[in-house]
């Protein structure tokens, strides 16, 4: 399976500025999901976003998703030092549920 | 929301020996369960998907023999790294499915295995 690449591959941010990650992908999806992960550390699931829909929010966060140019974004906004981490995205296509295919990652940095 | 439990968190061993990695899903029945890998600032690569009561399906590329993955209950996988040597040190990854009566999915994730080979 190919991977998606993400951009950029790190960002650096003061408190309070939002951060914004971009995804891209190379085949057909049913879903695409967003994941964090603290160094050392599993994943925490974000955000999901199916194919049909193009704009999703939770939080502070949200999830645009453009299947015509096999493209999504992350944005976060008034970031938090605690917001550090890196961001995967994720896609899930064809029949096999669950198994997913992970971008690059962005590596987010938030100064204090 | 659901638990799943990965044990080593860490494991440090010597070049030719064996190491088990378990994956528990610790309140829900998974039938499905996936095995990732993860090198230092590389994101993650499916290696296989282990399935309850049957074969596990690998990526390609990834050895069956070298990577041994048991699913023999609906709360337990174990990944078998055999005759470990160092370029198999990485963090090693486990997610399960947890599927409801309409058969949609949720995926959670383990905290990792970091294994190293010396």
């Known amino acids: 399976s190919q991977q998606g690449e993400e951009d950029p591959q790190a960002l650096s941010i003061q408190e309070g500025e939002n951060a914004t990650m971009n995804c891209s992908y190379k085949?057909?999806?049913?879903?695409l999901q967003w994941y964090r992960q603290n160094s050392g550390r599993g994943l925490v699931h974000l955000i999901l976003i199916r194919s049909n829909e193009r704009e999703k929010h939770s939080g502070r966060l949200r999830v645009t998703l453009d299947t015509s140019k096999k493209s999504s974004s992350l944005l976060i906004t008034a970031s938090r030092a605690a917001d550090t981490a890196s961001y995967f995205c994720?896609?899930?296509?064809?029949?096999?549920?669950?198994?997913?295919?992970f971008g690059q990652g962005t590596i987010l940095t938030v100064h204090p | 929301g659901a638990v799943v439990s990965q044990h080593p968190s860490r494991v440090i061993c010597k070049s030719g020996t064996s190491v088990k990695i378990e994956c528990r899903s610790l309140d829900f029945q998974a039938t499905t369960m996936f095995w990732y890998r993860q090198f230092p600032k590389q994101s993650l690569m499916l290696m296989a998907t282990?399935?309850?009561?049957?074969?596990?399906?690998?990526e390609q590329g990834v050895e069956k023999d070298k990577f041994l993955i048991n699913h023999a209950s609906l709360t337990l996988s174990t990944l078998t790294v055999t005759s470990a040597h160092p370029e198999d040190s990485s963090f090693y990854i486990c997610?399960?499915?947890?599927?409801?009566?309409?058969?949609?999915?949720?995926?959670?994730f383990g905290e990792g295995s970091r294994l190293t080979v010396l």
């Open positions: 994720a896609t899930a296509g064809g029949t096999s549920y669950g198994k997913l295919t």
């Open positions: 282990s399935n309850e009561g049957s074969k596990a399906t690998y």
């Open positions: 997610s399960a499915l947890k599927t409801d009566r309409l058969n949609t999915g949720e995926l959670f």
């Open positions: 085949t057909s999806i049913n879903n």
